[in-house]
């Protein structure tokens, strides 16, 4: 079982920054997807960005250069820097990681974020 601590949301001005981090504990596989998923109002939850343990980095197409993921191993963190927000950014941002090969993810407590135009 994986554990996480989430922190970094808040609310911002349309067109500020928040930088979102997630440690992770626990029973951490060796070969994972860890990223960072959101959900809005009314909304299903989607995939903002995910780091691969090999290194590899995914964005969703609506955050693509505004949104950058990052990972301390040392750590077992992942972070999520937020430029150029945007009201339609506001959501719950959840930490999750899935073992390569597995289906099911584990989840973290969500963090909020809110954009204010």
Do not use: H
């Amino acid at each position: 079982q994986v554990q996480f601590v989430e922190s970094g949301g808040g609310l911002v001005l349309s067109g500020g920054s928040l930088t979102l981090s997630c440690a992770a504990s626990g029973s951490i596989p060796n070969d994972y997807f860890m990223g960072w998923y959101r959900q809005a109002p009314g909304k299903e939850r989607k995939l903002v960005a995910r780091i691969v343990s090999n290194g590899n980095i995914y964005y969703a197409e609506d955050t693509k250069g505004r949104f950058t993921i990052s990972r301390d191993t040392a750590k077992n963190t992942i972070y999520l820097q937020m430029t150029n927000l945007k009201p339609e950014d506001t959501a719950i941002y959840y930490c999750s990681i899935r073992p390569i090969g597995q289906v099911l993810p584990s989840w973290g407590q969500g963090t909020q974020v809110t954009v204010s135009s």
